[in-house]
């Protein structure tokens, strides 16, 4: 289709790059001469063709090359940088002289004190030992909370604390390894009109998966509710725009639309009638459903599943998502209290939060990849719990734990003042049941007297 469309690529550029300087010498001799320095930055983020194109053109300037980047930044694996790009460099170019820069004008010594130690248990890696030019501050702080709750109580009200000791909002960043973690969070902070914005992507609720699950609990808390109806009904194999509105027309005006649900399915195809059956037993068992997170859970058995894997992609990422709805549904005693309060909060059909303060000042969230590069004031690191930071799918990668303490060093440099580092010791499976959780290994490795423990009730 590309050659058709006489169209290339990101990664049809740097191939055929390549392939041009390779195949045809004279390319690569007036290419590689015109360029008398040549300077690459964040070299660790580079890939194995990006590395190979630019060393090609210094094979013919005489080496005359510059590359810049910090190894313990190397976060990108699963986008295909290579770490070993920079860290061969000096292997790869003989005679290359290495500089550290270890002054650093961002955190206090007591945050540097804390990832200088955690970085140095990395085997592979240039080694450095950063140093402050800030005075002294606080050591970071270690919350263990009791749940995912209490952590989000906690980031709130802490926030909320900094705020009235006058630091802006947008001075203080929350981060997390992946974007599920959030969720709660995001909850709390809509609850207490703390305006905030999301760099990991969308709103947690403005998500499309999100949404659906969301529109099989508005069909049966409100059997009237056409938007909704239309939403889940496209989920169906076989069922297009033409059968969902015949569907719609055949129960909209019934005394209950979902007594009539099975009869108004007659016309549909035989391909079609094992997958509605099994749609009408699906709604008839949220309507039995004793609690809101009963009702996620019952969705997420469902052939939603399949629905979520074929529709969209990163779907065991989406599937991560739609467990943490089902914690935050937990919360609520009824599912008209949680798509009411949703409603109200104004996230469910992608509302902003206080509008008044929302071009001014906002509380960034942001998953720890999104926030390299940037600093706040203060940083909070959500979920620092075995089984959620390291990622238990990054660690079955090659060097993975190594990777992950990048991340986790990536995310404790971008605190200048105060770093706090939660782990919950409760977490939730849909279902409800509780599972006990220790912390993250990147903090266990750590000694004890790199920080402080304090308890979740510090902040009022």
Do not use: C
Request: glycine fraction near 6%; proline fraction near 5%; avoid cysteine.
């Amino acid at each position: 289709r590309k050659l058709s469309a006489n169209a290339m690529d990101y990664d049809d550029l740097l191939s055929n790059w390549l392939r041009l300087l390779r195949e045809f010498p004279q390319v690569l001799e007036l290419y590689g001469r015109k360029f008398e320095h040549i300077l690459v930055d964040e070299y660790q983020d580079t890939n194995l063709l990006q590395a190979e194109i630019v060393e090609l053109l210094a094979s013919k300037n005489g080496r005359n090359i510059m590359v810049v980047g910090d190894d313990a930044q190397s976060i990108y694996a699963f986008r295909g940088a290579r770490y070993e790009n920079i860290l061969r460099f000096p292997e790869r170019n003989p005679g290359t002289e290495v500089f550290k820069l270890e002054i650093t004008y961002r955190s206090t010594p007591q945050i540097l004190d804390l990832t200088n130690a955690s970085i140095s248990k990395n085997r592979n890696q240039f080694h450095k030992t950063l140093r402050p030019t800030r005075p002294d501050g606080p050591k970071p702080f270690l919350v263990p909370v009791e749940d995912v709750y209490e952590e989000a109580r906690f980031v709130a009200g802490r926030v909320l604390e900094l705020r009235d000791e006058g630091v802006p909002l947008n001075r203080i960043g929350v981060l997390y390894r992946a974007h599920s973690h959030s969720m709660v969070l995001q909850g709390e902070l809509a609850r207490r009109g703390i305006p905030y914005e999301v760099r990991s992507g969308l709103r947690f609720f403005e998500q499309a998966h999100v949404k659906d699950v969301l529109a099989y609990l508005r069909v049966v808390h409100n059997p009237y509710d056409e938007v909704a109806w239309r939403r889940v009904l496209l989920m169906i194999p076989g069922i297009g725009n033409v059968r969902a509105a015949r569907i719609w027309e055949r129960i909209r005006g019934s005394s209950d639309p979902l007594e009539e649900l099975e009869g108004a399915g007659d016309f549909l195809p035989s391909y079609v009638l094992p997958s509605w059956r099994r749609f009408v037993e699906d709604l008839t068992a949220l309507r039995k459903a004793r609690s809101p997170g009963e009702s996620v859970e019952i969705v997420l058995n469902s052939d939603y599943r399949d629905y979520l894997r074929t529709a969209y992609d990163d779907p065991e990422s989406r599937l991560e998502d739609l467990y943490q709805l089902a914690v935050l549904a937990r919360q609520y005693g009824s599912l008209e209290e949680f798509l009411t309060q949703l409603v109200l909060l104004g996230e469910l059909y992608g509302g902003e939060l206080r509008p008044d303060l929302y071009d001014r000042e906002r509380l960034v969230l942001s998953s720890v990849h999104q926030a390299k590069g940037l600093e706040w004031w203060a940083v909070f690191v959500l979920r620092m719990a075995e089984g959620a930071f390291p990622s238990p799918m990054a660690l079955r990668e090659d060097e993975g734990e190594e990777e992950e303490r990048r991340v986790f060093y990536v995310a404790t440099t971008r605190a200048q003042q105060e770093l706090y580092l939660l782990y919950p010791i409760t977490d939730y499976t849909p279902s409800g049941s509780a599972v006990l959780m220790g912390p993250s290994r990147f903090i266990g490795e750590l000694d004890e007297d790199l920080y402080q423990v304090v308890s979740s009730e510090m902040a009022g």
